[in-house]
């Protein structure tokens, strides 16, 4: 029987599904990358990561982190430092080392979806394209769909782990297959007699 002040397991958080997604210019992978953020606000989607990468007109492929991770470990460091430091009555000398270690830290550790990974993906793509690589952990797929439909026809994707049947509806709507299957049914029923 539970006591009145048990605590329920917390929930362990759900590892997220990968997202590549591949744009014919450099600019729209930022956009949607945009867009996600507004969804994350909204309660529509949880983004685990979300990097642009994109390949210049020379071929040069460069990734563009969506967390400045030297400044998020500075700030996480600074907050610890100064937490360490007041327990040892000297805050200003704890939040110094601390920034300096969360710094150090940040540079040597990568958050999110590895960068090797992504970049020898976007060595695959034509230059002045980009991609956008999303760990996304929880969504609202109907409204996710729904968010994303200015984007329909624009992209291609390149890697989804997601069940197949939700795949072929993102597929349909990023891709623009809808609009095709769409006109081919149109056709094929003013055809018939």
Avoid at 135 to 141: D, E, F, Y
Avoid at 149 to 158: E, S, V
Avoid at 174 to 183: D, I, K, N, P
């Amino acid at each position: 029987m539970p006591t009145p002040y048990s605590l329920t397991p917390a929930k362990p958080q759900e590892p997220g599904r990968l997202f590549v997604l591949a744009f014919a210019d450099e600019l729209s992978a930022f956009s949607l990358r945009e867009l996600l953020c507004q969804m994350e606000e909204e309660g529509v989607i949880e983004v685990g990561d979300a990097v642009v990468a994109t390949r210049n007109a020379k071929g040069k492929v460069h990734l563009h982190q969506s967390l400045p991770l030297v400044a998020v470990g500075s700030a996480l460091g600074s907050f610890s430092g100064m937490l360490l430091g007041m327990l040892l009555l000297n805050p200003l000398f704890g939040s110094i080392a601390g920034a300096a270690v969360g710094a150090a830290a940040a540079t040597f550790r990568d958050a999110g979806i590895d960068d090797a990974f992504m970049k020898s993906l976007a060595e695959t793509l034509t230059p002045g394209s980009s991609a956008l690589f999303v760990v996304v952990r929880n969504s609202k797929p109907e409204q996710v769909l729904e968010w994303l439909k200015p984007f329909a026809g624009r992209c291609k994707i390149l890697q989804c782990t997601m069940p197949a049947e939700n795949e072929v509806l993102l597929r349909n709507l990023l891709e623009g297959e809808v609009s095709s299957l769409h006109s081919a049914a149109t056709t094929t029923t003013e055809s018939k007699p």
